[in-house]
């Protein structure tokens, strides 16, 4: 149907640019557990009679990791474990966010999720936490398995079929979740025109291109034209997907961006994952390096070929030039928000200094017009 572009082209452009020495995530040190823990402690504390309807023991607090941060506007999420009443360690996600009305969004996008049958985590707290230092709490537990694309880095070397097959199932739930039409409007539309702005105006026009690069990202974002209004995760990557190790879907995740837009969003952002941001970022997140001899856009073509099928959608030409605005915006937006982020910073480098590459080598029209 379609043809796919040439392996060796990407071999070389992930080995100019691909992963070498670099760093490892960590625990947070000493230092920074301690500061860290006060705030994370003082909400459990403050929410301790709920918690301990769920089984959840909180006096004498226990945590026994508390990670990073990661800090995605509009809330802070950290991932902890405590102690439950029988002494067992039991994961979850705590994420505080700035306004009520954004915790409450996500807590209808999870409603939303779970009516559908779609799997996602279980909720602790949803409209019982109360706020903590002005921030409104939601307490998740932490779905079984772990993220696709640390799956997919851990088993990157077993092979061209392995790794693809790890992404079917994925595709099999976008495919359900974008069957879903709008209804009564109790989640808002996927604010894309906003990202596309930013694209456009702000994230491209700093000084991490040259204006004929610059110039180029922004004519892709203006080909942005919905060719349909369907259920999307809004903010998709193969982070946002938990599997089990038999490769089933456990959870989506992070739906505070969920809404009704175009499908190819999710797509597009998916297939930037798989054909540049792993490759590039998978040691500084995983310490795991994906081997650059594999045939990266082939799997991004059998994938987009197979949710045609399963989803019952033809990718129209208007479709291709919309996943193309998004895996460009994906690129965009990570060299944006992340370009300064200490543990990612020698990866999303690399990444911006391939993106006149990508312009020229155009992945997405090459794996699906074969233009």
């Given at each position: 149907m379609r043809k796919s572009i040439p392996v060796g082209l990407f071999i070389v452009l992930i080995g100019l640019f691909g992963c070498r020495a670099s760093r490892v995530p960590v625990l947070l040190d000493e230092r920074g557990q301690q500061k860290a823990k006060p705030k994370v402690a003082a909400f459990l504390d403050q929410n301790s009679a709920i918690l301990a309807e769920e089984g959840i023991r909180v006096n004498p607090i226990e945590l026994r990791t508390l990670f990073q941060p990661e800090i995605l506007q509009p809330f802070e999420s950290w991932s902890l474990s405590v102690a439950d009443t029988s002494g067992n360690d039991r994961e979850f996600i705590l994420k505080l966010f700035t306004t009520e009305a954004d915790a409450r969004s996500e807590e209808l996008n999870y409603v939303r999720i779970h009516a559908a049958g779609l799997p996602t985590t279980a909720d602790i707290l949803w409209g019982k936490a109360k706020p903590y230092a002005n921030a409104h709490c939601v307490l998740l537990s932490r779905p079984n398995g772990q993220p696709l694309g640390k799956t997919a880095a851990l088993r990157s070397r077993d092979g061209f079929d392995k790794l693809q097959a790890l992404y079917m199932p994925t595709m099999d739930v976008l495919s359900k979740m974008h069957s879903l039409l709008p209804d009564s409007?109790?989640?808002?539309?996927?604010?894309?025109?906003?990202?596309?702005?930013?694209?456009?105006?702000?994230?491209?026009?700093?000084?991490?291109?040259?204006?004929?690069?610059?110039?180029?990202?922004?004519?892709?974002?203006?080909?942005?034209?919905?060719?349909?209004?369907?259920?999307?995760?809004?903010?998709?990557?193969?982070?946002?997907?938990?599997?089990?190790?038999?490769?089933?879907?456990?959870?989506?995740?992070?739906?505070?961006?969920?809404?009704?837009?175009?499908?190819?969003?999710?797509?597009?952002?998916?297939f930037a994952d798989i054909m540049v941001l792993n490759p590039l970022l998978s040691k500084q997140r995983y310490g795991i390096e994906f081997p650059p001899k594999v045939d990266y856009p082939g799997i991004a073509k059998n994938l987009g070929e197979y949710y045609e099928k399963v989803s019952g959608r033809e990718f129209t030409q208007q479709t291709v030039m919309n996943l193309r605005v998004a895996f460009f915006l994906k690129i965009a937006s990570l060299v944006t928000y992340q370009r300064n982020d200490p543990l990612l910073q020698a990866g999303v480098l690399r990444v911006e200094r391939m993106v006149p590459a990508l312009l020229i080598a155009d992945p997405i029209d090459q794996i699906f017009t074969g233009d």
């Open positions: 409007g109790a989640i808002e539309n996927y604010p894309v025109n906003e990202w596309l702005r930013q694209m456009a105006e702000l994230g491209v026009v700093r000084k991490y291109w040259n204006s004929e690069v610059r110039d180029a990202l922004k004519g892709i974002a203006k080909e942005w034209k919905p060719e349909q209004k369907r259920l999307i995760h809004g903010d998709f990557s193969d982070l946002q997907v938990s599997i089990d190790y038999e490769g089933k879907v456990t959870a989506l995740l992070n739906l505070e961006r969920m809404g009704f837009g175009d499908p190819s969003l999710d797509l597009g952002y998916l």
